[in-house]
């Protein structure tokens, strides 16, 4: 839009659109406002559409190893054609009453309007408004939403004649549906399974609940259960392949054993135990004493699953008692809705863009450089192949790969961060939720940013009361006040994080001394970058010899 506006200060089509000026091609007809809200005022549902696919809910439980599938297509070889539709507009703001007449009045004042001061007064009553709207329309998430509605949740399209011919044609190849099982949501796909009670709510100030709610109290009782159980079945999951390599040892050493060929000239004999046959036959007791403890853990983990499904099943069985056991939690979808919106305004700053409305005007991402799905999950396989431990989490000395939840917001941003590095009620394997603006100027940069916050508030959660002292805060912490800098130090923590990833993975030196030291240590890169490091300068060099020097010590 920005580069065709007429002197009115209104694109030429959007013009058209809504009748406040002539336009060199043939005027498109303006919204019919009684048509869309109708005589009566709004209608109370929406069009019938088909049924909308329920998003897949990826396992809360840890994933041990593995990593991000390949992306094969970023796009549709057919484009769909729902912003060709006539009525999308109208479908989009039909069956939301008053709030969406309220955004079509403003829309209509904010854009017809040429006095700077009063325009910006509209832009910011609309953008209020939109706000309110929207938070009607998340309230039917969990059901069926037209695609209208969708897109507009989803990208924040409003109308097609707000974007240009290419950027159109760019949205309408992205691919619809989830395709690839990641925990990596669009913001309509997030509010349905948190509505549906897939996933839990984001975590807020909580409010403390009346003894007379005994809904909301077997509410909370349900999702610490919940969390009690995800975190049992992950350790047992460990445990279970625990058992499976000493029996893999077991059986190795016994095959060893058994491997015994004839004594030279002797053909009515075994050969006598060789020296390695020896040591395995030692080995034995050991695996065998290992086995055992390993089968006594394994079965106090049944036991726990058990009790934890028990207790799981009978708060279940209250609520539906009391009668709250609907499929949709309306209430959390509101709350949820609330999050989202605060999670966009951290995004964008306070300085940003905070208009709400996709526009060629704003939109100035490339088909690579937009954060939708499976860009997203493209740049995080990236970054997780130069900081491999990035999503790693330890518990009871196991690393666990846990993939946070990922939600994907329709906003003009340029910083992702986390919102929470795990759920309060399963701190050990529960994924945590990091946010990321889709039109940012830099994709890579924003997804780095958020990697770089859930870096440093696991890490800060690890060491608890000693953070200031211990581990990767720790002594980042203490360099922080030797350079007696002043500031949020985790806002300098992922500035150097984004360094880090991006120059000194490159061998670009740009970091001090200290910090590259403590992110080697804490945040080491793979082992092929750091053996091609290695030779690149004598600064890495002197690390990788450090390394040999703590693990030959046993001190790493």
């Known amino acids: 839009m920005a580069g065709n506006v007429g002197q009115d200060g209104i694109d030429p ?15 498109a007809p303006p ?46 070889e057919t484009p769909h054609a729902f912003f060709a539709d006539p009525n999308y507009y109208k479908i989009a703001l039909s069956g939301e009453g008053d709030s969406a007449t309220r955004v079509h009045g403003l829309m209509q004042k904010y854009l017809n309007c040429k006095d700077p001061k009063d325009r910006s007064v509209f832009r910011q009553q609309f953008i209020t408004a939109f706000w309110d709207f929207l938070g009607g329309m998340a309230k039917k998430c969990a059901g069926k939403l037209p695609p209208a509605k969708r897109f507009l949740l989803r990208f924040g399209i409003l109308h097609p004649v707000f974007l240009n011919p290419e950027t159109r044609g760019f949205f309408s190849s992205l691919i619809v549906e989830d395709e690839l099982g990641q925990p990596v949501y669009y913001v309509d796909e997030w509010l349905k399974n948190v509505g549906t009670g897939k996933i839990q709510p984001s975590a807020t100030d909580e409010v403390q609940v009346s003894r ?13 259960a919940q969390g009690k159980l995800e975190g049992n079945v992950g350790m047992l999951k460990v445990k279970d392949g625990e058992r499976r390599n000493l029996e893999r040892h077991l059986q190795d050493r016994v095959e060893i054993i058994l491997d015994r060929g004839s004594p030279a000239g002797r053909l ?17 007791q050991e695996i065998l004493k290992g086995l055992l403890k390993a089968d006594r853990e394994l079965e106090s983990c049944l036991r726990d699953c058990q009790q934890a499904e028990e207790d799981v099943k009978t708060i279940q069985g209250k609520i539906a008692e009391e009668g709250g056991a609907e499929a949709v939690d309306t209430g959390a979808l509101s709350t949820e809705f609330e999050t989202v919106r605060q999670m966009v305004k951290m995004t964008v700053g306070r300085q940003g863009n905070h208009f709400p409305v996709l526009t060629s005007e704003y939109f100035h991402c490339g088909p690579n450089g937009t954060g939708f799905r499976e860009n997203v999950i493209s740049v995080m396989a990236a970054i997780e192949s130069i900081d491999t431990e990035c999503f790693y989490r330890v518990y009871k000395n196991r690393n666990n790969r846990i993939v946070p939840y990922v939600i994907l917001l329709p906003s003009y941003g340029d910083t992702g961060f986390c919102w929470e590095p795990f759920s309060r009620h399963n701190r050990a394997t529960s994924r945590g939720r990091i946010a990321i603006p889709m039109y940012p100027k830099n994709l890579h940069i924003a997804i780095l940013s958020a990697i770089g916050d859930l870096r440093w508030q696991v890490a800060k959660e690890k060491a608890s009361y000693y953070w200031m002292e211990e581990g990767l805060t720790g002594n980042y912490y203490q360099w922080f006040q030797k350079m007696k800098f002043k500031g949020n130090i985790k806002d300098f923590f992922v500035q150097d994080y984004i360094q880090w990833m991006t120059k000194e993975s490159e061998g670009t030196q740009k970091l001090d001394k200290e910090v590259r030291g403590i992110f080697w240590r804490f945040m ?23 390394d040999l020097n703590r693990a030959m010590s046993d001190g790493y």
């Open 212 to 224: 007379n709610n005994t809904s909301a109290r077997f509410q909370q009782l349900l999702e610490k």
């Open 524 to 546: 080491p890169f793979s082992q092929q970058i750091k053996d091609k490091l290695k030779n690149r300068s004598f600064v890495y060099q002197e690390l990788c010899q450090r």
């Open 31 to 76: 919204p019919d406002f009684s048509s869309i809200f109708g005589t009566g005022g709004a209608p109370d549902t929406a069009p019938p559409v088909e049924a909308e696919p329920s998003a897949g809910v990826p396992d809360e439980t840890p994933d041990v190893g593995g990593g991000f599938p390949e992306v094969a297509k970023k796009f549709e």
């Open 268 to 284: 009515d004999a075994h050969a006598v135990y060789s020296e390695s046959q020896k040591r395995a036959v030692a080995d034995l």
């Open 13 to 27: 089509e959007l013009a058209a659109l809504l009748g406040t000026g002539g336009s060199r091609e043939a005027p």
